[in-house]
């Protein structure tokens, strides 16, 4: 069982050379149909399996089409792992649709909504400044 530090180091060089495929390496052409980027990859404490976080940006149709050129390129992506980098056994490698960036600017347009829908109150700044003439006293 490898220590976290080592865990960690494992994980980013995967991610920097998964990143690096993407660009360069993966020739299939359903990948090139969403813009892909890798967000996170986990790895297991064994070095054994590593789980590939990918943001999609698309449309839902290019999502599937991208994350089915993915799978299928699983073992590629493997092998060139296996060759670029050092390791005892290479990790089976798993792809994951990562929607986090989807979820928080979904969140963050809710925000806005709200508060642009939301009434000017200036009672809440006359509670404020009598709360500070108050403090003052």
């Known amino acids: 069982m490898a220590n976290n530090r080592r865990v960690e180091r494992v994980a980013e060089l995967i991610k920097r050379e998964v990143s690096q495929m ?11 149909t969403g813009m ?3 967000t996170d990859v986990n790895v297991s404490g064994d070095l054994q399996h590593a789980k590939i976080y990918v ?8 999502k599937a089409e991208t994350m089915a050129g ?10 060139e ?9 290479t990790p089976e490698v798993m792809f994951v649709e990562d929607d986090s960036i ?3 600017t979904n969140v963050l347009s809710l925000l806005n909504r709200i508060r ?3 009434p000017v109150d200036d009672s809440v700044d006359d509670l404020q400044e009598d ?3 108050q403090e003052e006293q």
């Open 81 to 89: 792992l296996g060759s670029r980098v050092r390791l005892r056994r």
């Open 131 to 133: 709360q500070e003439d």
């Open 22 to 32: 993407l660009l360069n390496g993966i020739k299939d052409d359903r990948v090139g």
């Open 102 to 104: 989807e979820r928080g």
């Open 116 to 118: 642009n829908e939301r």
């Open 70 to 79: 993915l799978k299928s390129a699983t073992g590629y992506v493997r092998s």
């Open 55 to 62: 943001s999609i940006y698309g449309t839902q149709e290019a």
């Open 36 to 38: 892909v980027s890798v």
